[in-house]
């Protein structure tokens, strides 16, 4: 039954006949649409499960940020069959996307371009929502969390700190997003004057709240500053990174617009070197730091090569708008099928 309606829907995909952004306002409705199909499912949701510290991950693969701002979707997404969900990017306060267009889709290249700019609803409406799933929630939930774009970059350390202060209760695990390029001035809190001070009050504070830290790093760094962002995180007592955050480069001849970020298949590369360079950098200093790779992931196999070269976690947004609602499920059968 649900194989059918599956099929059914892969033929049809009605979002991809909206535009991109009626798309991605319609999406919490498809995801209830297809929730109670996916729930008939006898196909196991557990398949590749591990713990990291107390946490259980029944399967390796989770809903990137950006997909559920807000987490209204948090009991759909477990549903449906993913791993664990990362809310956000979530703002101290609400705020707009950035003006003009803001996400494009590029179906022959498997592609998102976006320029959003954490819309949020700000973190007490965030709060809300997760809460109303706290108690049932059987899921990892990490919580992404970004600076007002109104916060000068000296005063950005306050906006992450008292997220975590007010939000650590509702989640198990905090993402630093400054990797994003669709705030200006962003990614410069990597920069030798913010990014120390800033990683040493969040690894303080992540600490006294008992909620592991994750670094959201972007694909566009050099292997220097990449070295350093490490080194820097590392002695400051970070627990994991997520690799990467969309790109800012473009190949020859490129559609995508010249500003915003670019998602999907055209970022599998620099998402894996830098994966690679992340891993062979680290060395020993891993330990038991959760390395989670995102970036063009949308098959099985995809999810196996990703393993193979040392990642613990995927993540996924891009797939899911071209391969549908039911991704996870495909993944599923995919990753076993290619055993
Ligand atoms: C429309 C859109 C919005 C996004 N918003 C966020 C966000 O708010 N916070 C964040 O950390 N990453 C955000 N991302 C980046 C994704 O989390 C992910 O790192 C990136 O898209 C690579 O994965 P993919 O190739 O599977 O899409 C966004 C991506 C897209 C396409």
Redesign the pocket.
């Known amino acids: 039954m649900d194989r059918a309606f599956e099929n059914a829907l892969d033929l049809w995909k009605p979002w991809l006949w909206m535009s991109p952004s009626a798309g ?1 306002d319609w999406l919490p409705f498809f995801l209830k649409l297809t929730v109670f199909l996916a729930e008939q499912s006898k196909q196991p949701n557990d398949w590749h499960s591990r713990k990291w510290r107390h946490l259980y991950f029944r399967n390796p693969v989770g809903i ?4 559920d ?1 807000t987490g209204q979707s948090i009991d759909a997404w477990w549903s449906l069959g993913a791993g664990f969900v ?1 809310v ?2 979530v703002t101290p306060l609400p705020q707009q996307p950035n003006p003009g267009k ?2 494009d889709r590029f179906k022959e290249t498997q ?4 320029k ?1 700019g ?3 609803p700000g973190y007490k409406a965030v709060c809300v929502e997760i809460e109303k799933n706290f108690e049932e929630r059987s899921t990892p939930i990490f919580l ?1 969390i ?1 600076k007002n774009r109104t916060t000068p970059n000296e005063r950005a350390h306050e906006d992450y700190l008292f997220l975590m202060k007010q939000m650590y209760s509702v989640c198990d695990v905090f ?1 630093v ?1 400054i ?2 390029p ?1 705030t200006a001035g962003l990614r410069q809190l990597f920069t030798k004057d913010y990014f120390e001070p800033l990683m040493e009050k969040l690894g303080n504070e992540s600490r006294r709240v008992n909620r592991p830290l994750l670094l ?1 790093i972007s694909p566009d760094e050099s292997n220097e500053q990449l070295e350093t962002i490490l080194t820097t995180s590392h002695n400051q007592g970070v627990d994991g990174y ?1 690799i ?3 790109t800012i480069q473009r190949p020859t001849a490129s559609p995508y617009p010249a500003d915003g ?1 670019v ?3 055209p ?2 590369i620099s ?1 894996m070197e830098t994966l690679k360079n992340v891993i062979s950098m680290l060395g020993t200093h891993r330990n038991n730091k959760l390395i989670i790779n ?5 098959t099985g196999e995809d999810v196996r090569e990703r393993m193979a070269l040392g990642a613990d976690l995927c ?7 071209f391969r549908g609602p039911f991704i996870f499920k495909k993944i599923a059968r995919e990753y076993q099928n290619s055993i």
């Open positions: 991605h990137a940020g950006g997909l701002k990362e956000g990017t803001i996400i592609a998102l371009w976006n959003m954490f819309p949020s992404n970004g993402v997003n990797s994003s669709n959201k997520i990467s955050n969309t970020g998602s999907g298949k970022l599998s998402s995102a970036g063009g992931i949308s993540q996924l947004y891009s797939s899911l708008i």
